[in-house]
Structure formats: structure tokens, C-alpha cells
């Protein structure tokens, strides 16, 4: 249980980058002059590219795509140099394996952009007027590393899967092994019950986050730009949340199995997808950004951004604590009258 | 509870999954600031105005204020055109301009400033079009003119990437909880002491085990490829024999380590969470979201092991590129060996004792 968030900070800190880098390119080059080689050089010296292959036929293409060995082939036209030279004009066409259509843009991007740079260097003796300079700032995460993205959102995602998943199957489990019944006969009150159940489970979350913190700070360098105690009381309201869901989640359903299916289907992998974690939320079509907003994930995640990595106190997110605090307390009510009716 | 699981899940997690799965970028909401208000700011901003990549949020005349809609999710990049940018570059041939990304997302600030870099240039270009005429600049600079085009999905349509990860996703999930959640259910009801008197031998109780799920998540696959095909209309350019007979062998190889967790675990509760951690691990390394390439290299290295990156690219490669058998060969020998090594282990780690 506490290798469990070890291993998926490390996972998603390393694992998860969109960032392209040793993508696979394949070269057809029916001019091979020496314009063609400087920039053949220029690709391969870029980092971004590992020319995994050259091919010398058009009908390659097909079979290396098809095999899924190389994501682009950059073909240059015949006699490439002649024609930059004599006629200002050559074509380089870049073939992207699009059935990835992210990265295939990000590719043929990428080769687009360190061939500009060619050429604009080669320009650069007949310098161009009225240069516009733009300077772009890159704020929070200078270095764009993606760990950033991705300690939040792993945060949020491990105490849905310790609170939500582990209360609702401890409680269900009483139930089917038939001892609830036992505890419900006792003279122990409901709401007794259920905090003895509880709180180890809010312990072992505390634990975590503060393992979470610590790895990301030491692994990643990822800072805490805000205080920490804010933190990690936004932190408690979130666990209480997604407590008072596993005991709803526990009190509806009647066998482990349901209450793991229903936790993972309707928790795990809202969380992940719709909460903003990994895919923005702004680019999703409108039904589907209603979900992402009922779902607490997202506004926990916007929190722990706000603090951790911009900075920003209190003032910045109480909107989206008092939308968790009231979310916490609807589900406690609710849950709570459902774990009555089953005393009766 | 059977038959809604197999049959709504997969219809909702499809809808609703792939619709949310989308790394598109559009709409990114930037905050102008032009404090220079001359013919040539104008032109700048104009251009990020009509751009459908951008949305403009907002116009303001300070940067704090810019900056606080950053600050507060309002806006993700703001353009700063300094005073005096138009008579920069008239008296000193250049003048500059400030971009301020959010860059929480390290990928979509990349982005947005290839596109913003991309747009300024071409407002740059125009100016110099204007002031010089169209004769001049063309006289010096040679360029490079490059054609990209995009194959299997010329629409680039993202879906269709998405599509097959989530049945791959689907099929995993449900296949290997049932099976996992299975011996170890027997045990917790005392059942398996009643089995493990029977005359039945291992490798017929572990069939009898596997035989069921494995149906289930087959039907599945096929329900689901049924859907996106309805809904989606996802390309099946290669076999679908081919496919069932990989999603087969794929499967005998994750059910039969879901039994062999099952197997080893006291409780349903015990079985669930080291589930959790190995699909977990397995499903992000697969390449379902990112591609594998950019994972460093001890990972792509571990990724060897991982049987869902093999049916996560074979899937896509039969589906989407109409690979054919001897495309697919080398994963195909691994796959098999793999769920060859993982049924044998899980008949000899079952032991008829508790």
C-alpha cells in the first residue's frame, strides 16, 4: 500500500511525456547532395530524431509504416541543392504515420521546425528587415518537464483508490462475510461503525501524501511554491470526500465484486480522463466537460496547482474548496441515511 | 449483473472515454496586451484573433492584470506588445514582442508557442510585404518549401487512435478482475476446500476457470469493435480473424496471470490491490496515451515484459494500417510464448491445499 504510490510517481514522472524525443524517422532522398546530408545531419544531431533507416524507393513507405518501425519518412525531391540554389525553392515532404494523429503533428512539427532553422541559418548573411524578436516565458515550469502535469493529478488519483476503493470494500466485505450484523447488533452507534473503519484508511492517506510530496520534491524537484499547511488541509477535505464516497459506494452495493467494479469503473477512470489529469479539460466536447465538472478529481487537482506549483494562497481557490466542502457534506448526509435504512 | 457489465460499460466507456481522451489542441484562451496600438500591433493581434487555434479571452493594457488571469485559470498564454514596438522597428530594423505561457502543461505551452511563433512570423512577413513591396524580400533568402501529409488519417482525427486503446483498456481490465477476483472469492467462501477434494486436476480446474472469462472478454472485443465501428466509424483496414486469434492468445496470457494472483492472495481485498499495481504499470507503459518512443530507455527496456504494449500496438496496427501477419510476426512469437510460460505457471503455482 505504500509501494503503490512510490511506484506510480516514479511511473508517471518518467513514463508519461509527450514530449518527442528518439522519434523514430526514415529518410528517402532522391537527391543526395550536400544540402540533403547537412540537413539529414542537422535532424539526427537534433536529439528529437533517431534515423532508423534509409530507404531508396517510394514503395518502402507503405511497409515500413505498416511494420510501425519509423513514424515519418522525410523525402526530399530530386536534385534538392540545385534547385535551393538556382530556383530559391526546393520541396521537402515530410509522410507522418497518422493513425497517432497527436504525435504525427508533433513530428512532422518538430522536422519542420529544425529545417526552418536550416535554412534560416544558411539565410543569414542576407539578413532579413524589420525582425520581429518574440520572446516567449515559459511560468511555472520553465524547463516544461512533465512531471509537473503529473504529481497533482497522481496525488488525486491515489487517494480516490486508497479512500474511496479500500473503505467501500473493507465495509462490504463485513457484509458478505456476514459479520456486519455483528457489528450492527453491538452497542456501538452507526456513525461509530463506520469511523472505526475509516480511520485507518485516513492515516494511511496522510502518509502517502506526505510520501508524494517528499519523492517529488527529492526525485523531481518539483517545489511546494505554496504553504504547506493549506495544503495539506485541502488535502484532509479531499480524503474526507472521497471517504463519505466509498461508504455511499459501500452502503449501495452488496458483494466486493460490485463495490469494486463500481469504484473502479466510476471513480478510477473518471479520474484519470475527466479530471483534467492527463487530457484538458477545455478541449473535450460540452456534455462531457459537465461530467468533469460534477467530479470532484478535477477541482482537487486545480487546487493542488494553484498551490504547489503557482504559488497562490487561500484567496485563489476557495471557490473550488467550498464546492468540495459541500460536495463532502451532500454525500455524508446522503450516505449516512442510507447506512440508517439498513439498520432498520 | 453479468450482462450489464459487459454490454453498458464498454458502450458508455467508449463514449464517453473517447470523447475525453483528446489531446487536440484548439482554443487556447490568450490575454492580449498592446500597449503600442499601431498599424503593425494590430496586425499582430488580428492574426491571433482569426487563428482557430487561439481564442482570445481578453484585452488589457496592464501586464499585472494579465498576469492575474494566468494566475486565476482565466487565460493560458498572454502576448505583451510593448510601447514604441512600431518605432523600434522602423528606427532599429527590429523590435521585440513577450509571450507568457502557463506552463503547468509543459506540451500544450510548447505548442501554443510553435503556433504563436508561427503566426507572429507571418505577421512579420506581411509588414515587410507592405513597407518594401513583394519584389525585395524574395530577392535574397531561399526557402524551403515543406508538404507535410498525413497518412491512415488525413482528418487527423484523434478518435480513431483512442478507439482501440480503450477496448484494449476494456478487455484487460474486466478480463483480469474477474479472473483474479475468482479463486481467491473461492477461498474466502470456503468453497475451495470442496473443489480441492474433488478428483478434478489442476489443469482442468484452470481451464474451467479461465474458459468462461475468456468468452466474456472476447465478446466483448467484438462488441466494442462493433460500436466504434457504428459510432466512431473506425477503420478496419486488416484481418479481423487476425485479430481475435492475437486478442485470444493476449487474453490466455492476462487472465492466466489474473488467476495466478488470485492464487497466491488471502483475500479479495489483497488480489484487488496487487491487480491494481501490476494493470496499472502495464496500461501506462503500453503507450495508450504517449507514445513508447519517448519513454527513456530502461523503461522501453521493461516494456519487453509488458504484454499490453504488444496488443496495444498490434491492435492499432491491424486496425488502423492493415498490417498483416508477417507485420506483426515478432510480437505475435512473443505474445504466444509469453501466455504459454503464464498458463503453465499458473496450472503449477495452483495447490490443492490451503
Known sequence: MFGIPVAQMLLFGYIITTEVKDARIAILDHSKDETTRKIIDKLASSGYFIIAKYLSHEQEIADCFRQGTVKEVVVFEP?????????????????????????????????????????????????????????????????????????????????????????????VREKELGTMEVLLVSPLKPLQIVLGKVTPYIFLSFVNVITILLLSNFVFGLPVRGSITLLLAESFLFISLALSLGILISSSTSSQQMAMVASMLGLMLPSILLSGFIFPIDNMPGWIQWICYINPTTYFIVILKNIMLKGLGFMSVWKETAILAGITMFLLVVSTKKFKVRLD | MMLPVIFVIPLIQLLILVNAANMEMKHIRICIVDNDLSSSSRLITGKFSNSKFFTVQGHTFSMEEAQRQIENGRADMVLHIPEGFERNMIRENKAKTQLLFNAINGTVAGISNAYAAQIIAGANREIIMEWYGNSETQAGAAAINIIPSFWYNPDMNYKIFMVPAILVLLVTLIGMMLATLNIVREKEMGNIEQINVTPIRKIHFITGKLLPFWIIALVMLAFGLLIGKLIYNIPMLGSLPLLFVVAGIYLLAMLGFGLMISNSAATQQQAMFVMFFFILIFIMMSGIFTPTDSMPNWAQTINYLNPVSYFMRIIRMILLKGSGFIDILRDFVILLCYSITVITLAVFRYRKVS
Open chain 1, 79 to 171: 536534385d534538392f541543392a540545385r534547385k535551393l540554389q538556382n530556383e530559391k525553392m526546393a520541396s521537402v515532404h515530410l509522410i507522418a504515420d497518422a493513425s497517432d494523429a497527436n504525435s504525427a503533428n508533433l513530428v512532422v512539427n518538430y522536422t519542420g521546425a529544425v529545417i526552418n532553422d536550416f535554412i534560416a541559418k544558411e539565410n543569414k548573411s542576407s539578413a532579413m528587415p524589420l525582425q520581429i524578436i518574440t520572446e516567449p516565458r515559459m511560468l511555472y515550469n520553465p524547463e516544461l518537464k512533465g512531471v509537473y502535469m503529473f504529481v497533482p493529478g497522481t496525488m488525486a488519483m491515489i487517494l480516490v483508490l486508497i479512500c474511496a476503493l479500500l473503505t467501500s470494500v473493507s465495509i
